[in-house]
């Protein structure tokens, strides 16, 4: 069998030797080096000559094979480990006969809450990296989100960020089919229990905290919780809501919660469950006087209600949600929210899909990220009610019957 420097010896350089080509000289290695790679020639799993030896029979300094060799890392087509030596990656020739070089973006949504800073992020960091970028919607349905990571196995993409499904939990077996296929996985937002890969979360339980925090900043001891879904996420922003009211003194009561249907992620489709929920806790005697919701687009949907009701805000009622930093609608930018970088978030699982990709870190890389929150005021958080004027619950519940009627 001919070792790796007798098969790079035997083919000529693409395009000559000449000073004149018109392409770069590390690019027509390059080339050279993924023609031998798609012809079979350098099997996955081969050790690549040093750059010294490289150097040699290209004639060419190593400063241009090193070159050569970082676009093709980036590439995802070999893979470099230290004290070892530079080898072609188990699926390059996949990846070259496809012509295609994609990076997946798995998430529960597209249109609302994190999702659009997200997508757009990740999609201009795999571009400046020369990959193509996919989409996939899961609904946060765990089996189409089993479907969609079929078919990116099928597909041979180079590497998957995933907003894991939470209603119920993503299975590790759906993550590790990825892994096992040489597939680098990015989890971001949440954890999957038994898998080891990289994390960008978010801190669900000091985000409740800070949520918390403001509204009891602003003297509100009467507060009501809304969420999509009952999920280990949304346990967490419980606790941190809870521990920040318990400083005060203040219980949040089980009547003053809600959670929608598990699995949905339609603020739509929970409309009609949200506004009966707003007007059963409203109706109360001791009805609340400030809301927090886990999701922004929810608290759209709660601030269109209240409005709808005849309620301003923050004069007679206070709502905070959680979402991204960037302010994407005119409504957004009223509502008050802890906030998160989405931005920063894609721009970070990008550079982390090409490192495991370029064997710059192994594919199992227990390495996790918090990103870090903070309040944004908006127009929708102010002092409670009561330090306003005195409250007119009798008004309040006209308000609603008329709605009703």
């Known amino acids: 069998m001919l070792s790796a420097s007798e098969l790079l010896e035997s083919t000529s350089l693409p395009d000559g030797r000449e000073s004149n080509s018109s392409r770069a000289k590390y690019e027509r290695i390059q080339d050279h080096l993924k023609k031998q790679i798609l012809e079979g020639s350098l099997p996955p799993g081969t050790a690549l000559p040093s750059e010294q030896q490289l150097a040699t029979l290209f004639e060419s300094a190593r400063s241009t094979i090193r070159q050569a060799m970082g676009m093709l890392e980036r590439e995802g087509l070999v893979s470099r480990v230290q004290g070892k030596g530079t080898f072609v990656h188990e699926n390059a020739r996949q990846r070259l006969a496809s012509g295609l070089d994609i990076l997946a973006l798995v998430i529960p949504e597209v249109l609302s809450g994190y999702y659009p800073s997200l997508q757009h992020s990740f999609e201009e960091s795999s571009s400046q990296s020369q ?54 996985v990015v989890l971001c937002h949440r954890p999957v229990e038994g898998i080891t890969a990289p994390l960008l979360g978010l801190p669900f339980e000091q985000i409740g905290g800070m949520a918390g925090e403001a509204l009891v900043k602003q003297g509100h001891r009467r507060v009501s919780f809304f969420a999509p879904h009952c999920t280990q996420t949304t346990d967490l922003y419980l606790e941190g809501f809870r521990k920040a009211l318990a400083n005060v003194d203040c ?53 269109l209600h209240l409005t709808k009701m005849g309620l301003r805000m923050p004069d007679d009622i206070s709502l905070i949600g959680v979402g991204d930093q960037i302010r994407h609608s005119v409504l957004q930018q009223q509502i008050a929210s802890v906030t998160v970088n989405e931005t920063q978030l894609g721009h970070r699982a990008v550079q982390l899909l090409n490192q495991m990709r370029s064997g710059e870190l192994p594919i199992e890389t227990p390495e996790t990220s918090i990103m870090p929150a903070e309040v944004y005021t908006g127009m929708t958080l102010g002092p409670v009610p009561e330090m306003i004027k005195p409250p007119n619950q009798e008004t309040l519940n006209q308000r609603i019957q008329s709605i009703e009627t």
């Open 251 to 303: 219980e949040l009561p089980a009547d003053h919660c809600y959670f929608g249907t598990d699995g949905t992620i339609d603020m739509q489709e929970l409309d009609n469950e949200i506004e009966a929920a707003l007007k059963r806790i409203l109706s109360q005697p001791d009805r609340p006087t400030a809301i927090f919701t886990s999701f922004d687009s929810m608290a759209e949907r709660i601030y």
């Open 131 to 184: 990959n193509q970028m996919l989409v996939c919607c899961t609904r946060n349905n765990i089996d189409k989100q089993g479907n969609a990571i079929l078919q990116l196995i099928d597909n041979q993409v180079g590497g998957v960020a995933i907003v894991p499904a939470s209603t119920p939990p993503t299975p590790a077996y759906q993550i590790r089919q990825l892994q096992k296929a040489g597939i680098p």
